[in-house]
Every structure is written in C-alpha cells, then in structure tokens.
Antibody
C-alpha cells in the first residue's frame, strides 16, 4: 500500500523559514516524479513544486520561485521542501503527491501557519 | 481566477447522474491529459480519473471522464450521499509550463 506522510508543518513568523518532509513507502520511490501541492484555508488546490525521479530536475510555481527549494533523498525514500521568506500567502496545507500522468497518490497534508 | 473553469457548485438527488465540466484552452486541456480528483470534507484529495478517462484501481465505474477539444467532463452516476465533496480537474499547460487545477466544484447530493 502506498503511503505518503508529510511532516514539518507548524507556526512560523512572517519572513521565517520551514522545512517540510514527505516520507514515502509502498512503492519504488526513485521511479516516480514527486510534487508538492498546497491548499490555502477554504481555497482550491495549487501546484507548488516538482522534482524528477533522480532529483536532477526541479520546477517551481512562479509564486514560490526563488523562495522554496525542493529536493529528494532516494536512499531514504524522502522528499523535502525548504521554504523561506514565508508570508501570509503561503499559509496552507501542503500535500506531497506521486505524479504519473496525474497525481496518483496523496499524503494527508501538513499545515503551515504564518503569523506573528 | 483559475485558467481552468469549473462551475462552483452542482447538485442532484440520490441515484441521479451529474456532470461537472472543466473548460480550458488549446495550451492545456486541448493538448494534454486531464485528471480529476475528489476531496471529501476534511480529507486529502483522491485520484478519480487520469489520462482523460482511466480509473485507478478501486474507483467504481460510477465515475467516468471524457474530453472533447478544450473541455473535459467528469460524470458520476448513481449518486450517493457519500459523493458529497469538492471535485477538481487538473492538467498541464504547455505555454505556462505548469500544472493547472480548476477552481473546484462542490457537489451536493440533495
């Protein structure tokens, strides 16, 4: 059974940083591109970032480019999202997801709250 | 305002059929696969349809997807109260080089 478990969310002050993790199991992690998708309170889904199977290619939504860094460690079956210069617009539930012609599997999400 | 346009809400009675539309353009739906997701209240999204009309294992055939030109449609037959959720379409946009989601449609089963 595919499992994706996000962690690292929490309360952070405006301008602060946070690192999210996504621990994967139940499938061959290194065979799939992985994405982060977020959902602001009461809003729809928004693509955030993607990383290729090897980690050699990374992609970002314009809204986070230059502030967020995605990475993965295939030896640990884990993906990361380093987030910086956080603002109110970044407050959301962050989901990691397996991407293969669409988001096949999703984690349960981790909440990031930006507030002073 | 989403590039992919979905109706904000749809409703139908139990046992009936409903369709949810997703309208885009040639740079997204017109030339790329469409997926659909169900998000039950308080839960993470779940894949319902991928590659326009394919169902992941475990998804009942009450759910179907289709695409024509620059629009896609999710169909749900035999509606159940448990189908009450938000539904999102998703595709790649070749011009913007990004994944796009529709704004979401709330389904109410009356």
């Amino acid at each position: 059974e595919v499992q994706l478990v996000e962690s690292g969310g929490g309360l952070v002050q405006p301008g602060g940083s946070l690192r999210l993790s996504c621990a994967a199991s139940g499938f061959t992690f290194s065979s799939y591109a992985m994405h982060w998708v977020r959902q602001a309170p009461g809003k729809g889904l928004e693509y955030v970032s993607a990383i290729s199977r090897s980690g050699g290619s990374t992609y970002y939504a314009n809204s986070v480019k230059g502030r967020f860094t995605i990475s993965r460690d295939n030896s640990k079956n884990t993906m990361y999202l380093q987030m910086g210069s956080l603002g109110a617009e970044d407050m959301a539930v962050y989901y990691c997801a397996v991407y293969s012609s669409g988001y096949r599997h999703w984690g349960q999400g981790t909440l990031v709250t930006v507030s002073s | 305002q989403s590039v992919l346009t979905q109706p904000p809400s749809v409703s139908a009675a139990p046992g009936q059929k409903v369709t949810i539309s997703c309208s885009g353009s040639s740079s997204n739906i017109g030339n790329n696969f469409v997926s659909w997701y169900q998000q039950l209240p308080g839960s993470a999204p779940k894949a319902l349809i991928y590659e326009n009309n394919k169902r992941p294992s475990g998804i009942p055939d009450r759910f179907s997807g289709s695409k024509s030109g620059t629009s896609a449609t999710l169909g749900i037959t035999g509606l159940q109260t448990g189908d009450e959720a938000h539904y999102y379409c998703e595709t790649w946009d070749s011009s913007l080089s990004t994944v796009l989601f529709g704004g979401g449609t709330k389904l109410t089963v009356l």
